[in-house]
């Protein structure tokens, strides 16, 4: 499995940008999504997540409300919309794919494949 990362890029507070991550494999349709974040200095952390049907969605409180999750799983891809950014959403975010049944979504270190990741940083 690999998985693409793209999209990111310098926006002023109050902004919008989205993401996208392509993935390889047949399998993609099965798996939870995620993606995480982490900003220099600072531990990766969750920020959104979404079951393999797109029906369930999770979010970190810091982003409920301002970032949307999706995915298309006949085109291998999932997505980020990050709408109203702040300053302190800037880092680098990373989509992730845990490929194993579980009802964890949030842990770094249940998500086996990742992307290289793609620098967000959002100017006051």
């Known amino acids: 499995v690999q998985l693409q990362a793209s999209g990111g890029g310098l926006v002023q507070a109050g902004g919008s940008l989205r993401l996208s991550c392509a993935a390889s494999?047949?399998?993609?349709?099965?798996?939870?999504m995620g993606w995480f974040r982490q900003a220099p200095g600072k531990e990766r952390e969750f920020v959104a997540a979404i079951r393999w049907n797109g029906g369930t969605k999770y979010y970190a409180d810091s982003v409920k409300g301002r970032f949307t999750i999706s995915r298309d799983n006949a085109k291998n891809m999932v997505y980020l919309q990050m709408n109203s950014l702040k300053p302190e959403d800037t880092a680098v975010y990373y989509c992730?794919?845990?490929?194993?049944?579980?009802?964890?979504?949030?842990?770094?270190?249940?998500?086996?494949?990742w992307g290289q990741g793609t620098q967000v940083t959002v100017s006051s």
């Open positions: 494999g047949r399998t993609f349709a099965m798996w939870t």
């Open positions: 992730a794919q845990d490929p194993y049944v579980s009802s964890r979504y949030s842990s770094t270190n249940q998500y086996v494949y």
